[in-house]
């Protein structure tokens, strides 16, 4: 249903987007695909999983996976806690949790004036990435969850391979 | 014209639901009775539940206004009411006529439930049915309802020209039966006065504070009632797994006859109880399981005889509890699976190499018939064997956290096993850490911790090829450490820390697992990880623990399994790490004893401690329990231990030491708070059941073998063996057990 929503505001609704800060980095998400946002979690971590799963945290009694956007993009990773976006698909079979730098406030946008992904782009952005906004601050890049969610990422193949240090530079949250 | 009566439709739901799950529990009553009926054509009480059956299904449907279901019901009722009366002898024509007539009414059931109607289509007819009861109504009762001799019905056993013959039977349909369940009153009644128990705790809580006296009282209170209740909610939700068992032979005997098979079904242990949604879990790989038995296992009679059987095979369901665990196993008389041709298959399918095929064990050769797509493979170019779904039976036992495995000897037959938790929710399991993280090790699993202090680390730890192993009593323990294991990044070395040991074994597999440390044991409650962690394979599950952090929950046979871990009948044939003998495969762990100190009366208490052992295997848990916990009933201490009163042994009289003066039960409490007993929790069997016991002991010492001493009654009168050179006497509570754990010790060590 949500993602029918989705559609339906590309045909030039005004969009209001929730603005998610990685690196120097500014992001939004449809603010109606969010299910929830959790403060500073600290995942746990998962031995073995892929370089792009974060861990695992509690969530209302059950256990959410969390992908850590910044190994997605291969930047150095954050020691400590993070805040965590939950999202939900269509049946509830495939809640997962984004881990973002900082959550900022909501922009509204005109969805007309979204920017498709540059040819320039690397593979894994322009997978990761649903087009861009131009704001007075620079660009936002629009994200799709259903891109980021476990099975599409380990799926899509092009993140099998990641590999970072784990052992990153501690930034303190902005 | 008067107006028929309706009640409110609100009130019809409820009552069509009430009706749909009775009728679907009468039928299930029904299949079992005509699948019986057939062989003993002559018990009316078999005739008369029948009759019941539908009789109760044609009073309600009227009431419902259910007119199809009323008229094949009535017809049905006609033809058993003539049997029942003794005017016709049942037949097999008969008994076939009523399992269609079964099966009738079940999907008139399955289309009300599904879509609020009986079905007006024309597939819909019944017709032809209630003709043919009528017509049996008429015949006389000639020819016995038992199958007819091998030699005069050759032509049942031409080979099945379709494939689909051998349909299977629904059994997955009974939806609405499977969404509830029956729950005696009085447990119900029981479940609320602890609800209420745990209301009344927690405002006595929410009234006090920290520091209040009662405080540590009140918090044992919530401990017990909270474990009480837990206790009795899993009781309600255990199903005995008979339930699932009396579909079974309905199944077996259209199978039979659909495949020119004479198959007989026995069932061992239907009593045993397992969680409701486990048994809804298991449904479908027990039923791909048995009807593989009876399809593919089981030969036609000719080769039967041929190879000096009995023309009719047998397929035994068998189901037992074994540490935490429920074994539900499907066990044939057939022909066996030639595991030459599984590899030959598999080497056809890609799925295995020559020369991995020639270093596969029988074992490792045989666990290829779980993988997907190569069962059907099999079936087409007719290899004996396990037919299509065994890949189906293994993802979905999987699915609840448990395991599959095949046995089989060609000739003799073939056993399907799968081991299942007894529930999904909530485990005991010791927490342990690696590279500074925790993670939940099942307690069934384990079977022993063993510490090794740093200094005796490079003695204690002994290198084969790239292997290390830990000399443990009878053989060599292979190591394995977790962080390695898991990629986690260590800051020490190996070499300079203590070792603890954890000893598990899963699924054949027995191995050291080398921790960091140990923490507290704990019942997690078991949450399960997403698909994309699952495929890791290592882990079961997460559980939050006491302190609010997550542990993930090791899946013990899957971590041996990835460091190279064979199962012990395997291990046992690689030169030079033998564990144990090879004609007495389970000696380690029958021969393990707890080792503990008591003291008994003397002029000097400290001189008179006492070294003494009991079967490992009759420990169920070591508790350290607050002395303020331990009551008194007629003069003997008693515990009260999740939701079970249980009888404590103070033989070394550790208690009476310490507790030298009973008083008020408020001065008792008040006297000893803050001091602990040491207590085992044992299972003694008993005539009809095993009891659990308490056995106060002032400390556990060890975990060890030892040699058993010859009888002398002249220096004592209870059984002695020398433990670690110390003389150690032999507890005779368990001693005395006829067949009981510790005589198979005694014989073993003797």
Known sequence: MKEALHSRTDAGEPLTLCSLRVGDGLYGIDTRLIREVLGTVTPRHVPLAPMYIAGVVPYHGEVLTTVCFRALLGLQLRVGANCVVVFDDERNEQRFGLIVDGVGGVIAVQSTALEANSSGLDPRSMELFDGSYKLPSGLLVRLDPRKLRPSHLAGCGLFATLRQERQGVQECGR | ?750
Request: charged share 25%.
């Open chain 2, 1 to 750: 014209m008067v107006e028929r009566w309706r009640p409110d439709k609100g009130k019809v739901e409820d009552l069509t639901k009430e009706f749909l799950a009775e009728s679907q529990e009468g039928l299930e009553r029904m299949e079992l009775c005509l699948t019986e009926l057939e062989k003993r054509p002559d018990d009316a009480e078999l005739v008369a539940e029948v009759y019941r059956a539908v009789h109760t299904i044609k009073g309600t449907t009227g009431f419902l206004g259910f007119g199809r279901l009323e008229r094949l019901s009535h017809a049905g009722e006609s033809l058993l009411g003539a049997l029942r009366d003794g005017k016709l002898a049942v037949t097999a024509r008969q008994v076939d006529g009523l399992l269609q007539l079964m099966d009738g009414l079940r999907s008139i059931l399955l289309l009300i439930e599904s879509r609020g109607t009986e079905g007006q289509r024309s597939t819909d007819d019944d017709r032809a049915l209630i003709e043919l009861l009528a017509e049996l109504k008429l015949e006389v009762g000639e020819t016995s309802a038992s199958p007819p001799p091998a030699t005069q019905n050759q032509d049942a056993y031409q080979p099945v020209s379709s494939p689909d013959a051998c349909v299977p039977v629904p059994l997955t349909a009974l939806s609405m039966q499977d969404k509830t369940l029956r729950i005696n009153v009085e447990v119900l009644n029981r479940l609320m006065n602890l609800v209420g128990d745990l209301v009344l705790t927690r405002n006595q809580i929410l009234r006090c504070t920290p520091d209040a006296q009662n405080f540590p009282a009140l918090a044992r209170r919530l401990d017990s009632v909270t474990a009480e209740l837990r206790e009795s909610v899993m009781r309600a939700r255990m199903q005995p797994v008979g339930h699932l068992f009396r579909k079974f032979p309905r199944m077996v005997r259209d199978l039979a006859k659909t495949c020119g098979r004479q198959i007989r079904i026995e069932f061992e242990g239907q009593e045993t109880g397992l969680d409701k949604s486990l048994l809804e879990a298991v449904r479908d790989p027990l039923t791909h399981a048995v009807r593989n038995a009876a399809d593919h296992g089981i030969e036609p009679p000719e080769e039967r005889v041929k190879a000096g059987k009995p023309v009719e095979g047998l397929v035994r369901l068998r189901a037992l509890h074994q540490s935490g665990s429920v074994i539900i196993e499907v066990i044939d008389d057939g022909a066996g699976i030639s595991t030459s041709r599984v590899l030959a298959k598999a080497m056809e399918l890609d799925l295995v190499t020559p020369e991995q095929a020639a270093s596969m064990s029988q074992r490792e050769a045989l666990q290829l018939i779980f993988v997907a797509g190569f069962s059907t493979a099999i079936q087409v170019t007719n290899i004996s064997g396990r037919g299509m779904g065994m890949d189906v039976v293994r993802s979905n036992v999987e699915k609840v956290g448990g395991s599959v495995e095949v046995e089989s000897r060609v000739g003799v037959g073939t056993t399907v096993r799968m081991r299942v938790p007894l529930t999904l929710a909530i485990i005991p399991a010791l927490v342990v850490e690696s590279g500074g993280e925790c993670f939940a090790l099942p307690q069934n699993a384990l079977v022993e911790l063993v510490y090794v202090p740093r200094r005796d680390v490079e003695q204690a730890v002994e290198r084969m090829g790239t292997t290390k192993f830990y000399r443990l009593r009878e053989g060599l323990l292979p190591l394995v450490w977790l962080d390695r294991l898991l990629g986690i990044e260590q800051n020490q070395s190996a070499e300079q820390q203590d070792l603890y040991i954890a000893v598990v074994e899963s699924e054949g597999r027995r191995f050291g697992l080398v921790v960091d440390g140990l923490k507290a044991p704990e019942e997690i409650v078991v949450k399960p990880l997403s698909a994309e962690l699952r495929e890791i394979g290592v882990f079961s599950g997460a559980a939050v623990l006491g302190d609010g952090t997550l542990a993930l929950i090791l899946d013990v046979a899957a971590t041996g399994a990835r460091a190279g871990m064979r199962p012990a009948e395997e291990a046992g044939n690689i030169a030079g790490v033998q564990l144990a003998p090879p004609d007495t495969p389970r000696i380690e762990l029958e021969s393990s004893m707890v080792i503990y100190e008591t003291g008994k009366h003397g002029p000097v208490k400290d001189r008179n401690l006492e070294q003494r052992a009991m079967p490992l295997s009759a420990v169920e848990r070591i508790e350290s329990v607050p002395l303020s916990a331990i009551e008194y009933a007629g003069g003997r201490p008693v515990l009260q231990y999740r939701g079970e009163l249980i009888p404590l042994e103070d033989e070394g009289e550790v208690l009476s030491e310490r507790i030298p003066h009973v008083g008020t039960a408020t001065d008792h409490v008040a006297n000893h708070d803050g001091e602990t007993a040491t207590v085992l929790i044992c299972l003694r069997p008993e005539a009809q059941r095993t009891r659990r016991v308490g056995l106060v002991v002032r400390s556990v010492l060890d975990v060890s073998a030892g040699t058993l001493l010859a009888a002398n009654a002249t220096v004592c009168d209870e059984q002695l063996a020398l433990v670690k050179e110390r003389v150690t006497t032999l507890h005779r509570g368990f001693a005395q057990q006829a067949d009981g754990p510790l005589n198979a010790v005694l014989r073993e060590v003797a």
